[in-house]
């Protein structure tokens, strides 16, 4: 049939990228058809990438599916080759999710409407190019396209301090990208036929001695864009200053673009070197868990908080992957998936109510869920995912990280009980800075100046000024308030997220069916290399609290060699 052949990943990624070039020429006389075209063109992609799969992709198999492959560059042997396995299309759909409904959010954007939205379709086609690529050097030139629509996101829509916040991302993360191109033509380059293609690239024979750096220089580059500390000083900047609808975009699919790096280049393509590395991710992980609540708490600002909160969340991805089982990095993609939807929501309802308090300052507020209770219950939904409610889809993601950390049968005894029992304390961390934030933002702190009603504003139904509403800067009764509830939009928006974060929490073979044949795949070659090595150097785990462990029947099974 002619539908098998057809360039399906190339037409997701191009079609948002070749229709925002007709937006310089869009007849717009009244600036509002710009938004109309951006969003078909948004809903149009998110609709094809659902029929693919849905027709075109088989999740029971493991290998690389949908592959197109033409030649772009032959002089520098850059290919246009792209393809989807289980790592790519929940990210691709989240991707697709995530900026469809935020270029929904930015419908009252009225400044350089034409350049905004305009970015917001380059940006799709980029964030789509990054999980698709198969040419390591497309995935890198994907990701340095990323990177100019953000900036230019941030520097011109965001807020006061949005230039010095823009400056820090775009810094930040080109610089951190070099490591990409250095480790993709080191790789490509090795053993004497240069290839930039994955699959051939992860077939190769590498040394320890070529790995081991190669795999430290990409942990730096993902870990910026995955908010490892204490490189992710970036990312609250970036939030406090950016626009809601671009916040839901940055950690929604951006932070995401970190841990399916690691997965899909690190551990995929550099298993040895994983061996190495896996105690100081996990490590790594527990510090961002703990540490991105405690900053949580030092936040007044409420987009801050969940930025710091978004910081402490991606420690569970680094444990997940660090964790040597099925489960654990299957919680890991889990957690990716769970917290771009929960992040999204929050920033998103964020953007809510700083378009009706004009400040993000929880100090400022208190008590407005009493004119804004649509927003209230919204909002408290969101809260109560992101501290991982049973039912919700965030603690269906923890609880299998940490299962699967806990099951580990490579860390000693000791290592996991104190892994796990400082992830539990951020994780008991959690509802208190979110919970805090609820009430200093909708019911009132007490921090908040005192509310001071005249007596022409008070009207025989409120005979008592502590029935004020800090609503922002302004002091109003509940009935007087100059905005209003969330609007019809607003609340789709919100749902459109919250259905799916009860759906998986409910039910996760959503989202798990669509990766777990891949995920135990990847688990099985990082197993086999940890064999390998640890044969030749039984007490690669043996210092501190560390200890290797390893079945008979599992060395059995793996024949002696020379490691590589």
């Known amino acids: 049939m002619m539908t098998e052949h057809f360039p399906w990943l190339t037409a997701i990624v191009l079609l948002p990228l070749v229709a925002s070039l007709l937006i310089p020429v869009l007849p717009d006389p009244d600036g509002k058809r710009v938004r109309w075209y951006a969003l078909g063109v948004a809903i149009a992609d998110l609709i094809l990438m659902c029929y693919v799969f849905w027709q075109h992709y088989d999740a029971g198999i493991a290998t690389f599916q949908l592959a197109e492959k033409y030649a772009w560059v032959p002089q520098l042997g850059i ?47 980029a964030q789509i190019g990054v999980f698709v690529a198969q040419d390591i050097l497309l995935l890198f030139i994907m990701w340095e396209i990323e990177l100019v629509p953000v900036y230019l996101l941030v520097s ?84 406090g200053e950016a626009s809601a609808p671009v916040s839901m975009v940055l950690a929604g699919v951006l932070l995401k673009m970190g841990g399916y790096g690691l997965i899909r280049l690190n551990l995929e393509m550099l298993p040895h070197a994983h061996i190495y590395f896996a105690p100081v991710l996990a490590t790594v992980g527990v510090v961002n868990i703990i540490y991105g609540a405690l900053a949580s708490f030092a936040q007044s600002n409420m987009k801050r908080r969940l930025a710091y909160s978004s910081v402490s969340h991606m420690g569970f991805v680094l444990l997940g992957i660090a964790s040597f089982t099925d489960v654990g990095i299957s919680g890991a993609l889990l957690q990716m998936l769970s917290h771009g939807l929960i992040a999204a929501v929050l920033f998103f309802l964020a ?122 800067t302004d002091c109003v009764l509940p009935g007087e308030a100059r905005f209003g509830d969330a609007r019809p939009r607003e609340v789709f928006i919100a749902v459109s997220f919250l259905v799916l974060i009860i759906g998986i929490g409910l039910y996760p073979k959503l989202a798990t069916q669509m990766y777990d044949v891949k995920t135990v795949a990847v688990n099985a070659q990082i197993r086999e290399s940890y064999v390998q090595i640890a044969q030749s150097n039984p007490r690669i785990y043996a210092s501190g609290f560390l200890a290797p462990r390893i079945d008979k029947p599992e060395l059995a099974t793996v024949p002696t060699g020379v490691l590589k």
Not at 226 to 233: G, V, Y
């Open 79 to 125: 290919n246009w080759a792209v393809s989807v396995d289980g790592l790519s299309v929940p990210l691709v759909l989240l991707a697709g999710l995530v900026t469809t409904l935020s270029i929904f959010a930015a419908w009252q954007v009225d400044r350089k409407p034409r350049l905004f939205y305009f970015l917001m379709l380059v940006l799709y086609s």
């Open 156 to 239: 011109i829509w965001g807020g006061p301090k949005r230039r010095y916040a823009a400056t820090k991302f775009l810094l930040y993360t080109a610089l951190a990208s070099i490591f990409i191109l250095v480790a993709g033509l080191a790789l490509g380059f090795y053993g004497g036929n240069p290839t930039f293609d994955m699959a051939a690239l992860a077939l190769k024979n590498y040394p320890l001695a070529l790995e081991l750096p190669i795999y430290a220089g990409l942990l730096i580059a993902f870990g910026v864009k995955l908010a490892i500390f204490p490189m992710h000083t970036w990312l609250p900047d970036a939030h």
């Open 351 to 472: 953007g809510v109510t700083y378009d009706r308090t004009h400040t993000l300052s929880m100090e400022e507020m208190g008590g407005i869920a009493q004119v804004m209770p649509k927003v209230f219950a919204l909002f408290t939904i969101g809260a109560m995912a992101s501290l991982a409610l049973p039912g919700m889809s965030g603690f269906v993601s923890e609880i299998s990280v940490f299962v699967g950390v806990t099951t580990s049968d490579i860390y000693s005894s000791t290592f996991r009980t104190v892994t796990v029992f400082l992830a539990a304390v951020g994780l008991m961390l959690t509802p208190v800075y979110l919970l805090s934030m609820l009430r200093q933002v909708f019911y009132g702190s007490g921090v908040a100046p005192a509310c001071v009603v005249t007596s022409t504003q008070l009207r025989t139904d409120y005979q008592d000024s502590q029935e004020a509403v800090c609503f922002g």
